[in-house]
């Protein structure tokens, strides 16, 4: 069964950069699409970005369009988050998931990570 282990999280401040890393065991990545998703206190789970299994096609959050970026090196096995401008309102919870294919909606993702904290704070 697909294992996903999350990394990457941190506090950092506003303006700031960092890099999410969703690496993946007992299985491949190869034939999963990878979302990652966020959750702040008191909101719902948000989907943040997703990558198709094999032909790259990406999905953002209007709320990250152009700051985040998703890539995926399937020969390490892993799914990687970049965030660049990071505001005080993308703290939250990160995590990824897989599924077979790419959506937003977090309830079509069979496999979930434990998370990783994103803390965006002056």
């Known amino acids: 069964q697909l294992q996903l282990v999350e990394s990457g999280g941190g506090l950092v401040q506003p303006g700031g950069s960092l890099r999410l890393s969703c690496a993946a065991s007992?299985?491949?990545?190869?034939?999963?699409?990878i979302g990652w998703f966020r959750q702040a206190p008191g909101k719902e789970r948000e989907g943040v970005s997703c990558?198709?299994?094999?032909?790259?096609?990406?999905y953002y959050a209007d709320s990250v369009k152009g700051r985040f970026t998703i890539s995926r090196d399937n020969a390490k096995n892993t799914v990687y988050l970049q965030m660049n401008s990071l505001k005080p309102e993308d703290t939250a919870l990160y995590y990824c998931?897989?599924?077979?294919?790419?959506?937003?909606?977090?309830?079509?993702?069979?496999?979930w990570g434990q998370g990783t904290q994103v803390t965006v704070s002056s």
């Open positions: 998931a897989a599924a077979f294919l790419p959506s937003s909606d977090y309830l079509l993702y069979d496999y």
């Open positions: 007992r299985s491949t990545l190869d034939n999963y699409a």
């Open positions: 990558i198709s299994s094999n032909d790259g096609i990406t």
